[in-house]
């Protein structure tokens, strides 16, 4: 099929900024050009992209599958402009999904020297869950993302590289909880209240089974989306907050709270999609690890 490849750019932009008033102000064309282009790329496709009212623009569900596909190939082609630009320092974008712990306590260093080494290449962060960082990856909308394993989404069409192994630990304040006795079971731990992250992330489905197979209901007195705010809570004696181990520091008033029962270990791994293009500078940051 013969489709200009500056349709599927006008499409891009109506379709990540859902205004074909702002497509055309980014595109410096016309607004009836705009239009225009979309209704040639519906015809020739055969399937509307666009639901339009008076008030908003909205993609249907081809258009979503098209932007799928269509992301991914402009921003490589991008990259592909950078590159060949005329020196041969390394530019271009490199698109990282991850969570907000996974960024502050483990990549932020390899974002430094990255950065230090490819001043030129624009570093995209997108925070996500772990679960989420895979649906980032799957859209093609990142380049690689740093995850959490075990992860229930994964599939067998991505290639995983282990960075790290990890544990979780429990950790309280001594003065806001006196324990009768130390180390103390995961029982004995469900007396006192649970903070951990929402039922949406690795971390709950990881601990939900651990508890499981000791025949223990795990009901969290709170559940959020930062594990720095649970450390928080847990700080002013809110309760018992749940954190990878690698969150700790030895002058803080948390103190990790022995347990009879060891927690599996897990890992972080570092993933990319079998099925998509690595960019040049997706594949640099890859050779830190």
Known sequence: MDINLELYKVFYYVATTLSFSEASRQLFISQSAVSQSIKTLEKKLGHTLFIRSTKKVLLT???????EHVKPALLMLDEGEALLSGDNMLKGQLR???????????????????HQSYPDVRIKVTNSTSIGCVELLEKGQVNLIVCNSPNSRLGNHMKVKVLKDFHDVFVGDPDC???KHLPCSLKELLEYPILMLSSKSTTSEYLYHTFAVHDLKLLPEVELNSNDLLMDLARIGLGIACVPDYMLDPEDSLKPIPLTEQLPSRQLILVQHDNLPVSQAAERFLEMF
């Open 96 to 114: 990282i999904g991850a969570s907000d712990t996974i960024c502050r306590y483990f990549l932020i260093e390899y974002f430094r020297r990255f």
């Open 177 to 179: 909880f006196a324990f």
């Open 61 to 67: 569900p081809e258009g979503e599958l098209l932007l």
